[in-house]
Nanobody, 115 residues
Framework: QVQLVESGGGLVQAGGSLRLSCAASGIISSINFMGWYRQAPGKQRELVAGITTSGSTNYADSVKGRFTISRDNAKYTVYLQMNSLKPEDTAVYYC?????????WGQGTQVTVSS
């Protein structure tokens, strides 16, 4: 079992910044990929950014140049630095860890960007 605890969401004005954190605990020694997804009202959940243990990253086109994903392997924690936020970034953000045949999700943290 893996538990994911997210923090750092909130309300921010357009152009502002937020930093999300997700700490993994439990049976986590085999974790490689850690990612962030988001789901806006009425839309499907989408991958925002992902990072492997070696530091390889990938981003959705809509956030490239504005968001940065990073991780602390010793703490099994992944971060998402979000800059130049736009109203269309408003969503619930979820931490994601695939491990073996299972996919683990955090409880979600709300990010609201006002115009």
């Amino acid at each position: 079992q893996v538990q994911l605890v997210e923090s750092g969401g909130g309300l921010v004005q357009a152009g502002g910044s937020l930093r999300l954190s997700c700490a993994a605990s439990g049976i986590i020694s085999s974790i490689n990929f850690m990612g962030w997804y988001r789901q806006a009202p009425g839309k499907q959940r989408e991958l925002v950014a992902g990072i492997t243990t070696s530091g390889s990253t990938n981003y959705a086109d809509s956030v490239k140049g504005r968001f940065t994903i990073s991780r602390d392997n010793a703490k099994y924690t992944v971060y998402l630095q979000m800059n130049s936020l736009k109203p269309e970034d408003t969503a619930v953000y979820y931490c994601n860890v695939p491990l073996g045949l299972r996919i683990y999700w955090g409880q979600g943290t709300q990010v609201t960007v006002s115009s």
